[in-house]
């Protein structure tokens, strides 16, 4: 696993690499930015309890490349979610992952998590994912 986390890069297709997150004036963030951020606190959740507290998850147009995304998600890569006022928000990466593991039966799922009540959280990351006004 250790292993798996530090060379993360050789593992993740180069679509996933190239996920960034921008809004106006603020600094682009990327997936691997994140991945690097919370490498070192990957937890286990509750595959299950976690989908209970999250909003729908979103809706793709395609079913038929929902089945595909969902049916060639691997678990073992952690999915990010982020943390706000105590409780789970969504999903940010690996909605796929996570629909897998509830579809599968697996209990639990690894997990990144941005809590955006950390004070070591940056100020980047809370403004960009909505833990700062």
Do not use: C
């Not at 989908?51 to 995304?69: A, G, H, N």
């Not at 678990?75 to 006022?85: G, T």
């Amino acid at each position: 696993m250790k292993l798996l986390l530090e060379q993360w890069r050789q593992y993740i297709t180069e679509a996933g690499l190239d996920t960034k997150w921008d809004k106006d004036g603020e600094p682009t963030i990327t997936l691997p930015e994140l991945q690097n951020y919370l490498r070192n606190n990957i937890i286990s959740l509750n595959a299950l309890e976690l989908f209970k507290q999250l909003p729908s998850l979103p809706i793709d147009p395609d079913p038929i490349e929902k089945e595909k995304r969902i049916d060639s998600a691997n678990l073992e890569y952690p999915i990010i979610v982020v943390k706000h006022e105590g409780r789970y928000k969504y999903v940010l990466d690996g909605n796929h992952r996570l629909q897998k593991a509830i579809d599968t039966g697996t209990e639990n799922i690894k997990a990144g998590v941005l809590d955006l009540d950390d004070p070591e959280t940056p100020d980047a990351f809370k403004r960009m994912f909505g833990g700062a006004k």
